[in-house]
């Protein structure tokens, strides 16, 4: 069982920026996926960046040039660096991971999945407001 806690939402004006924090109670080592989602109200979850344990990192198009996923895993953290928002990323902010016990299922994986059904653990979110 793996639990994620995020923080560091908050409202910021159009064109600032935004660090969010997704603390694991523990590190999933060994294979695994870790991802951050938004949900807007009225709207589907949808994955924003991804990044896999060999280092496989995936953006949507809409995070692309803006945003930066990283862990620091001597912290079991996984950070999602957001500049440059936009009132449209106004949403509740995820964090979601998958593990594998073995390599062998590991890379039969989806690479950088950005499909939130192929998440096991999901945190309470983090709201992020973006206002024009």
């Known amino acids: 069982q793996v639990q994620l806690v995020e923080s560091g939402g908050g409202s910021v004006q159009a064109g600032g920026s935004l660090r969010l924090s997704c603390a694991a109670s523990r590190y999933t080592s060994g294979y695994y996926q870790m991802a951050w989602f938004r949900q807007a109200p009225g709207k589907e979850r949808e994955g924003v960046a991804c990044?896999?344990?060999?280092?496989?990192?995936t953006y949507a198009d809409s995070a692309k040039g803006r945003f930066t996923i990283s862990q620091d895993n001597a912290k079991n953290t996984l950070y999602l660096q957001m500049n440059s928002l936009k009132p449209e990323d106004t949403a509740m902010y995820y964090c979601?991971?998958?593990?594998?016990?073995?390599?062998?299922?590991?890379?039969?994986?989806?690479?950088?999945?950005?499909?939130?059904?192929?998440?096991?653990?999901w945190g309470q979110g983090t709201q992020v407001t973006v206002s024009s």
């Open positions: 979601a991971a998958k593990v594998w016990s073995t390599y062998g299922l590991f890379r039969l994986r989806t690479k950088g999945n950005l499909g939130p059904e192929g998440y096991d653990f």
């Open positions: 990044r896999d344990s060999d280092g496989w990192t």
